[in-house]
């Protein structure tokens, strides 16, 4: 790797995971209109701690503000290999305790032992799936990337494996035998071009995201910042954008996402923090809901 900082080793201050440069050279990059008022180019990655952490302010942007905002996800190519030794980060066991500390640091459940017990050599093979899948759906390649994003950090699951990323697709629907196809042929050249775009725009970190109006006018949001940042850069470009209203209960925030964690339940229904797992163990408790648990907090789920 080119990289000489760990890429894995996140900085939880910053919400950053690569090296923390500046992205200015991304108002040289021209970009794609969009049909709405905003585009939002987020580039991310499968196996990124930090971009795990925005999932609560990345689910309500969408819900308040989908009207206003296309996203349009990129990957970046966090983890080519191991081929360096740097920052105390030699294996991938090195990585195991950062993990554990960070998750503790976004309140977000991450358990680093993958590290220890089915580590990845790379994050490319389910990053290249991910492009795959967004040649059959948009919507389902999201539902692809949250599904495989819980394996790697809640059930330590190795997603640079094919049969971890065949059981992901299968479940949220994509056609697996396209898939891998497309995994093992143009999903590639998609990647590349990913990767490309990344070094135009700039990126030395993920999460980024570059908030662009129709006129060509840019607002960056860089690394996990509270939700407020988000909704700045929307209005900052889209001043007559409207917030939407949603129902916040939980029969409506599950059937929008079909898992939530306690700290994205209480953003985007506005319970207290200490408050919202105890409303999600209740309704476990009733039988409604299912609780996965790992040593570093809990998912949940409807019941089937």
């Known amino acids: 790797m080119e990289n ?23 108002k040289e990059v021209k970009t794609q209109t969009t049909e709405k008022p905003v585009k939002v180019i987020y580039f991310t990655d499968p196996i990124c701690s930090s971009c795990w952490g925005i999932e609560p302010q990345l689910r309500k942007l969408k819900l308040e503000y989908g009207n206003s905002i296309e996203i349009e996800y990129r990957m970046g190519g966090l983890l080519p290999d191991w081929s360096y030794n740097s920052g105390g980060i030699s294996k991938p066991s090195d990585v195991a305790h950062h993990w554990d500390e960070v998750s503790i640091y976004y309140d977000m459940p ?11 050599q790379s994050s490319y ?8 899948a967004q040649m059959q759906s948009q919507e389902k390649a999201i539902a692809f990337m949250r599904e495989i994003r819980e394996m790697v950090f809640l059930q330590k699951k190795n997603i640079a494996k ?11 629907n994509l056609n697996v035998e396209q898939l891998k196809t497309d995994y093992n042929g143009k999903a590639k050249v998609y990647f590349e071009e990913d990767l490309n775009l990344a070094k135009q725009f700039g990126v030395r970190g993920f999460p980024t995201m570059f908030f662009i109006s129709t006129t060509g006018e840019k607002e960056t949001v860089y690394g996990s910042k509270p939700y407020a940042f988000y909704e700045t850069a929307v209005l900052k470009l889209h001043e007559s954008a409207t917030k939407k209203e949603y129902i916040k209960n939980w029969e409506v925030l599950f059937s929008q996402y079909p898992s939530l964690t306690a700290k994205e339940y209480s953003e985007l229904s506005g ?34």
């Open 4 to 26: 000489k900082n760990n890429p894995l080793l996140c900085d939880p201050t910053e919400g950053i995971c690569g090296i923390g440069e500046s992205t200015s050279s991304a």
């Open 110 to 120: 991450i358990d680093g032992d993958v590290w220890l017990e089915d580590p990845l």
């Open 125 to 132: 093979p389910p990053s290249i799936a991910f492009k795959a």
């Open 162 to 172: 094919w049969e971890n990323l065949a059981i992901a697709a299968q479940k949220v």
């Open 271 to 304: 319970t207290p923090r200490a408050e919202s797992e105890k409303q999600l163990n209740d309704l476990v408790t009733k039988g409604i809901l299912e609780k996965f648990t790992t040593k570093n907090g809990a998912l949940w789920t409807i019941k089937k």
